[in-house]
Each structure stands twice: as structure tokens, then as C-alpha cells.
């Protein structure tokens, strides 16, 4: 597999999956096809941009025809999408982008890869298609899809997509399902990142509800090595699950950032919840350990601290992000919410 299109390869985990490919596939070549809305960042990447291996187009999955000629024009053998819409409290104001990208997006590009023979197409899906956990059980590849925010149900309509067109036209496509990503480069409207950002500021940390929904945390190098797993390894037509069996309620989280941070828990502010908010996330991995010989290896503990190192030398970064898009969203996100805060 010499050469491979990465989408929305300007983004979180996008950047962490190019990055983690050059480093430990030296012959590998990879055409990086991103549209930069405001989660796209080419600064994740300038580390490799006069690296001969990588080369970056600026561009839509939804535009089929300019999708087609760069499929031809790189010999591209395999696609792997991350791009994406991918915050669930965007969704919920404007659904539109969602559907729009993650759904007609995803078709577009299918068909772009059909048309010009690729050989191989992971979809980069989430645990959120299920929809959500009482207290206990946890989801297997088996479990119903059940999405319960906008953003999840973009990517579920995905996944029965992709599903078809390996059902219907043979299509060679293996879909991965992962749990909550932390890590590096992850843009600042995450729980993790956005607390962090907060606290360094020594602004409040918006907590939704009582803090006790659970999410299952995964440090993102993880998930490139399980995505990489499946690309390489996987079986068309299968779908992986990825978790990092790290389940965590966000107040202890939260806690557990502040003391890390060295910040007080005054910062903590309970407000209004998530209108459909899933209650709790867990993943059985089980079939990606027996079939790709996967499971995760950061440690939460050592994960979460270089993950704060990485913020903390990267205020340049979060400053830039933070200011022009950004600062509406969050006004149009938390400031009615952050002046009725319950304490
Ligand atoms: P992100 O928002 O950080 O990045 C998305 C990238 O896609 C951006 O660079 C953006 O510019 C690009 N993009 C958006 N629309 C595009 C379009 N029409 N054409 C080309 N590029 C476009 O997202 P992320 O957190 O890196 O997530 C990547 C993928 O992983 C998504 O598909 C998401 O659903 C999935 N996922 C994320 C998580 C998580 O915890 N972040 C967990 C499981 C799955
Ligand atoms: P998020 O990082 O948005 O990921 P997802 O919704 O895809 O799981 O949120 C993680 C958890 O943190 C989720 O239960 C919602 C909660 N949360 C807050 O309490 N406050 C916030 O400001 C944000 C962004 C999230």
C-alpha cells in the first residue's frame, strides 16, 4: 500500500494518523484532501510539510469529479475518512454541516473511489451510532444503532452507507468504532481539551448536568494504531470496535484535570445539560484484539499528563484557535448557559 488518501487529515485525529504513518511506514505516501473549516488546521502538520511523502490538497469529499482526478492522479490504493463534523453541541445548533458532510460526503466519496478502483476504504466511525449505556454492559459490533444527537445519526446513516455499498457493489470497506479520543492537536470545544484550555486561563469549566455521565477514554495514538490495524489487517465489510477501557464520569474527570493542572475546583460550574444527552459509553473490544492483535497501551494517568505537557507548550496554538469562529461558537454555546450556573 504505497499510497494513501487521507481525509480530513487536518484535524485531530486525522494529523495524529498522518504523523503516526510517516513515522512508522517510511515508504509510505499520503495525499492529505481537507476542506480547513474551522476544525481544520494545516499547523497539525507542519512538521511534515516539506516532507516529500506528504502532500496536502485543499479540497471537499462532497465534490466527487475533483475526488476522482486526485485518486487517479496519486495512484491512490487505499482512503481512509476522517473528515468529518464532528462536535455533537455543533450539531445540535445546525445540523445542516452534518448531514451535509458526513452523510452526503461519505456517499461522494465512495463513489469517487469506486469510479477510479480503489482498493481499500475505512470509515472512521464512533461508539456515539449506538447510542447510549445504563450502568452497565458495554457495546459490541453487534449492538443495535441507535443514535441520539444529530452528530450520531450523521454517522450512523454513514455506516448503513458504507454497509450497502459493500452488500451491493462489493465495495472493499471496513468501518472502525471508537470510543472518547484525548491527546495532542484536538481542537478546544472537546471536554479535555476545552477544560484544560479553560483552567490554564483560569476561566470557569462548564460542566453539563451533575457531571455524571460516563465516557470511555482513549488516548488517540491508540486509536491511529487500531486504525492502522484495520487498514492493514482488517477484513471488507467488518467492523472494528476501539475503546480504551477507561470509563470515567465526567466530574471525576474534571477533578482529576484540576488537580493535574494544579487549578482550584471552584473553577467547576454545573450547567444546563445537553438537550438528548447519552448517559454512558463503554466499548467491548474484544473482536479487534482477537482479529488485529489490538489493545490499547497509554495508560490514562500517563496519557492525560502529556496531554496537559502538550497544552501547556502549545499556548500559541490554543490562542489562535480560540480567537476569530471559535469565540462566537462559544458565546452562542455557554454564555446564557454560564450565567444561570447552578454552582
Ligand atoms: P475534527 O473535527 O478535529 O476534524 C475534522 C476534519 O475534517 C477537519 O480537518 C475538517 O477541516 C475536515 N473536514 C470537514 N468537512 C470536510 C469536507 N467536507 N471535506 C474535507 N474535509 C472536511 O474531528 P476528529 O475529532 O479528528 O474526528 C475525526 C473522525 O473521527 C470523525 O469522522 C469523527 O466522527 C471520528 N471520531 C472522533 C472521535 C473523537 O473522540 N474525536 C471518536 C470516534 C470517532
Ligand atoms: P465531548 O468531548 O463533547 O464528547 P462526546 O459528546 O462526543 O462524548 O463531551 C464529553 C462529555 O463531556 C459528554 O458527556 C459531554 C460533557 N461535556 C461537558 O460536561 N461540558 C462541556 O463543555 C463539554 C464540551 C462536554
Not at 465512495?110 to 447510549?132: K, L, P, W
Not at 470515567?248 to 460550574?269: Q, V
Amino acid at each position: 500500500m504505497r499510497s494513501l488518501l487521507v481525509t480530513g487529515g487536518c484535524g485531530f485525529i486525522g494529523s495524529n494518523f498522518i504523523l503516526y504513518q510517516l513515522e512508522h511506514y517510511p515508504q509510505q505516501r499520503i495525499v492529505n484532501l481537507d476542506k480547513l473549516t474551522y476544525a481544520g488546521n494545516p499547523e497539525n502538520l507542519a512538521e511534515v510539510e516539506d516532507d516529500r511523502r506528504y502532500h496536502f490538497v485543499h479540497g471537499d469529499i462532497c465534490d466527487r469529479a475533483a475526488v476522482v482526478e486526485l485518486l487517479r492522479e496519486h495512484a491512490v490504493e487505499a482512503v481512509v475518512n476522517f473528515a468529518a463534523e464532528s462536535h455533537v453541541d455543533r450539531s445540535i445548533l445546525d445540523s445542516g454541516p452534518f448531514v451535509r458532510t458526513n452523510v452526503q460526503g461519505v456517499t461522494a466519496l465512495m463513489d469517487a473511489c469506486r469510479e477510479a478502483g480503489v482498493q481499500r476504504f475505512v470509515q472512521i466511525s464512533t461508539d456515539e451510532v449506538y447510542g447510549s449505556l445504563g450502568p452497565t454492559g458495554r457495546f459490541t459490533e453487534q449492538t443495535p444503532l441507535a443514535p441520539n444527537s444529530p452528530y450520531a445519526a450523521s454517522k450512523a446513516a454513514a455506516d448503513l452507507l458504507v454497509r450497502s455499498y459493500f452488500q451491493t457493489f462489493g465495495f472493499p470497506a471496513i468501518i472502525t468504532r471508537c470510543s472518547n479520543n484525548y491527546g495532542p492537536r484536538q481542537f478546544p470545544e472537546k471536554l479535555i481539551p476545552l477544560f484544560i484550555a479553560n483552567a490554564l486561563a483560569d476561566e470557569p469549566l462548564p460542566v453539563y448536568g451533575r457531571g455524571e455521565n460516563v465516557r470511555d477514554w482513549i488516548h488517540v495514538t491508540d486509536h491511529c494504531r487500531g486504525i492502522d490495524a484495520a487498514l492493514r489487517r482488517g477484513r471488507p465489510g467488518e467492523v472494528y470496535n476501539f475503546g480504551g477501557d477507561c470509563e470515567l464520569r465526567n466530574i471525576d474527570l474534571t477533578r482529576r484535570l484540576l488537580a493535574l493542572l494544579g487549578k482550584p475546583e471552584s473553577l467547576i460550574r454545573f450547567v444546563e445539560d445537553r438537550p438528548g444527552h447519552d448517559w454512558r459509553y463503554a466499548i467491548d473490544a474484544s473482536k479487534a484484539k482477537r482479529e488485529l492483535g489490538w489493545e490499547p497501551t497509554i495508560r490514562f494517568e500517563d496519557g492525560l499528563r502529556d496531554t496537559i505537557t502538550w497544552y501547556r507548550e502549545h499556548a500559541d496554538w490554543v490562542e489562535r484557535v480560540r480567537s476569530g469562529e471559535y469565540r462566537s461558537y462559544y458565546e452562542r454555546q455557554y454564555g446564557r448557559r454560564l450565567s444561570r450556573s447552578v454552582g
